[in-house]
């Protein structure tokens, strides 16, 4: 079956742009998460959704940060004038019930 | 709040040696514990996990980790390195019953040379 699918795979943008990237989770897997990977650090905790409860929101870094997520699907993560420092690879994770975390390949943004 | 530390941002390993990886937790609660592996310009891939059955865990690849509760170590091993084994390995630990919310050390990568 089809895995987390994200696109787009590369993303550049000057300074000061909006820019969304895109996540298709495993189908059924209820939860959602998104995370981002600077060069040479781990994975951060940007924000998780489950089903229908209120998405948590707690690691996302700055109000330019935004996500939504309809229903059970597709979600997408808007960064709103972007900043050098949000150069980094983005990641996407979706699981069912009592089920690891399956990783999409991410989306790699650039910032001019 | 939990938290993980992977001692060794780089390790390098002859091919058909050992591989130890290591990492020690911090959790004021019954961990879930996880290792994630990372190929070039991919996402990540499940490894092992434990999820305080038996504490020596074995995974794919040959890897396996074993959960020391006194040293609060879940440090990652392979008896003989192979190069394809090269790449970036992620710790991560969540809490007992909200096994999907990870948090992630900062990462170790492995160079194998022959």
């Known amino acids: 079956g089809a895995g987390v699918s994200q696109s787009p795979s590369n993303k550049v943008t000057e300074k000061g742009k909006d820019v969304e990237l895109r996540c298709d989770p495993i189908s059924g897997h209820t939860a959602l998460y998104w995370y981002r990977q600077r060069l040479g650090q781990g994975l951060e905790f940007l924000i998780y959704f489950q089903g229908n409860s209120a998405p948590d929101k707690s690691g996302l870094p700055s109000d330019r940060f935004s996500a939504e997520r309809t229903g059970e699907s597709v979600s997408t993560l808007t960064i709103q004038r972007t900043q050098q420092e949000d150069s980094a690879v983005y990641l996407c994770?979706?699981?069912?019930?009592?089920?690891?975390?399956?990783f999409g390949n991410g989306t790699r943004l650039t910032v001019t | 709040a939990q938290s993980v530390t992977q001692l060794g941002s780089h390790v390098s390993v002859s091919e058909g040696a050992l591989v130890l990886l290591r990492c020690n937790y911090s959790s004021s609660v019954p961990p879930y514990l996880f290792w994630y592996v990372q190929y070039p310009n991919q996402g990540l891939q499940l490894l092992l996990k434990y999820t305080s059955a038996a504490t020596l865990v074995k995974g794919i690849n040959g890897f396996e980790a074993e959960f020391k509760k006194s040293e609060t170590s879940f440090h990652l091993t392979k008896p003989s390195a192979h190069m394809s084994d090269a790449a970036e390995y992620f710790c991560?630990?969540?809490?007992?019953?909200?096994?999907?919310?990870?948090?992630f050390g900062t990462g170790t990568r492995l160079q194998v040379t022959l």
């Open positions: 994770a979706s699981s069912g019930r009592n089920s690891p975390l399956h």
């Open positions: 991560a630990v969540s809490r007992v019953g909200t096994a999907s919310k990870l948090t």
